[in-house]
């Protein structure tokens, strides 16, 4: 999917905006999804996508959305939830979905406080840990890896790309320029 030129966002580094990029390639990768009759909640993603990021809805997307939507307007089918797919699997505990998804965020905003605080440390396991020890969310460092990871899948910043960006360096890629400036 080529993305118009008016989507792309200069930083200070000069580069053109990852996330709406990131973004673009995702909904163009649900493309096959979308189609059949479990793809009505691919759908509403890849349309919440394009609006979070400002992206221009493609032709294949509202036309598939417009198939739906007329489905329950024009009474072929009883609900929404026929169109589209039910929105949970039956007997989901929302609350535990909901405090799942709270967990979540906190642990992408820690990662993104340390981060934006100490640009010197890596994204990986020491960051990690410390944001497993705060209090509140009490978690392994395995457990919050996973968590800071499902939120880039969920389309939450990634931080490392939002450094690079903000032409912040870490400590492991000011070695690694040392050592090409070395040669």
Not at 92 to 113: C, F, G, N, S
Request: aromatic fraction near 6%; include cysteine.
């Amino acid at each position: 999917m080529d993305l118009p030129a008016s989507v792309g966002i200069t930083t200070k580094a000069g580069t053109v905006d990852d996330l709406q990029r990131h973004a673009a390639q995702e909904v163009e990768s649900m493309r096959d999804r979308c189609g059949g009759t479990d793809g009505g909640s691919t759908v509403l993603h890849c349309l919440c996508l394009c609006a979070l990021h400002g992206l221009p809805i493609p032709p294949w997307l509202r036309d598939e959305f417009v198939t739906r939507h007329h489905l329950v307007a024009d009474a072929h089918v009883k609900s929404w939830d026929q169109a589209f797919g039910r929105p949970w699997p039956k007997r989901t505990r929302l609350a535990t979905v909901r405090r799942h998804a709270t967990l979540m965020r906190r642990v992408h905003d820690e990662v993104w406080k340390l981060a934006a605080q100490r640009p010197d440390l890596a994204i990986k396991r020491i960051l990690f840990e410390e944001v497993g020890s705060i209090r509140g969310i009490d978690l392994g460092c395995a457990a919050v890896e996973r968590l800071y990871y499902e939120s880039l899948r969920a389309g939450f910043v990634n931080v490392a790309q939002w450094r690079r960006a903000m032409g912040m360096k870490t400590p492991a890629a000011r070695a690694s320029r040392m050592k090409v400036d070395d040669r």
